[in-house]
């Protein structure tokens, strides 16, 4: 990953982390748990959002290293289930807020760098074209990847809590103890590979759809 690649990316992907911590405040509020915003954290100020390890240490180390995939985190929004008036629906929903605003992101990114490569944006000149078409790209890209593997059904990915809000309320333990366990579960099948060759697959059909390659 040369130097401009790294100076986009890194934006890039705190722009999705970012925006999917506030999707998961916003929707908690909206169904009655205003815990985000009394924190601070109802906002897309970056600051309160950043988190020292997942959103600059670990993408800075992965791009000195040149990995092909960057990722990352923001510090999660302070959320409390009890506040909603709807527990089981208030669940599904802030749990799910998060990968469809990865996903809205990805829509909106991708037209952007649809727009460029057709020519509609020539005016801002091309040294401004080139970083934005780049920049495009990789935030289309990066929110998939966020969108996809926080989908999948394991503690304490979103996908879990989505499921967890079908089951009965008495059910929900089990889920919430299996979460470090979970975590285990994960890096083992990402350092593994397993992850990658499940979601990486569609992933890059659906970036190579987006912006125009398919």
Same mark, same amino acid.
């Given at each position: 990953?040369?130097?401009?690649?790294?100076?986009?990316?890194?934006? $890039?992907?705190m722009v999705a982390?970012?925006?999917?911590?506030?999707?998961?405040?916003?929707?908690?509020?909206?169904?009655?748990?205003?815990?985000?915003?009394?924190?601070? =954290?109802?906002?897309?100020? %970056?600051v309160p959002h950043?988190?020292?390890?997942?959103?600059?240490?670990? %993408?800075?180390?992965?791009?000195?290293?040149?990995?092909?995939?960057?990722?990352?985190?923001?510090? %999660? +929004?302070? +959320?409390?289930?009890?506040?909603? =008036?709807?527990? =089981?629906?208030?669940?599904?929903?802030?749990?799910?807020?998060?990968?469809?605003?990865?996903?809205? &992101? $990805?829509?909106?990114?991708?037209?952007?760098?649809?727009?460029?490569?057709?020519?509609? &944006?020539?005016?801002?000149?091309?040294? +401004?074209?080139?970083?934005?078409? *780049?920049?495009?790209?990789?935030?289309?890209l990066i929110n *998939?990847?966020?969108?996809?593997?926080?989908?999948?059904?394991?503690?304490? *990915?979103?996908?879990?809590?989505?499921?967890?809000?079908?089951?009965?309320?008495?059910?929900?333990?089990?889920?919430?103890?299996?979460?470090?366990?979970?975590?285990?579960?994960?890096?083992?099948? !990402?350092?593994?590979?397993?992850?990658?060759?499940?979601?990486?697959?569609?992933?890059? !059909? !659906?970036?190579?759809?987006?912006?125009?390659?398919?």
């Open positions: 990953m040369d130097i401009q690649e790294a100076v986009v990316t890194l934006p $890039a992907l982390v970012i925006f999917h911590e506030y999707a998961h405040g916003w929707m908690a509020y909206k169904m009655g748990d205003p815990t985000a915003k009394e924190f601070g =954290r109802l906002t897309l100020n %970056p950043i988190d020292p390890l997942g959103t600059l240490l670990l %993408p800075g180390l992965l791009m000195l290293v040149g990995s092909p995939i960057l990722f990352g985190w923001a510090k %999660p +929004v302070p +959320v409390n289930p009890m506040r909603f =008036r709807n527990l =089981r629906l208030g669940t599904f929903l802030v749990s799910v807020a998060g990968i469809l605003m990865n996903l809205w &992101l $990805a829509l909106v990114f991708s037209s952007v760098y649809r727009f460029i490569m057709q020519g509609h &944006l020539d005016l801002l000149g091309e040294s +401004v074209l080139l970083p934005l078409a *780049l920049f495009s790209a990789k935030a289309v *998939l990847v966020l969108a996809f593997f926080n989908a999948i059904p394991i503690p304490p *990915l979103d996908g879990s809590r989505a499921l967890m809000s079908f089951f009965s309320v008495k059910y929900w333990e089990l889920f919430y103890r299996f979460e470090m366990y979970g975590f285990f579960l994960i890096t083992f099948l !990402l350092f593994t590979g397993v992850l990658g060759q499940v979601i990486f697959p569609p992933i890059l !059909l !659906l970036w190579n759809y987006l912006i125009g390659r398919a």
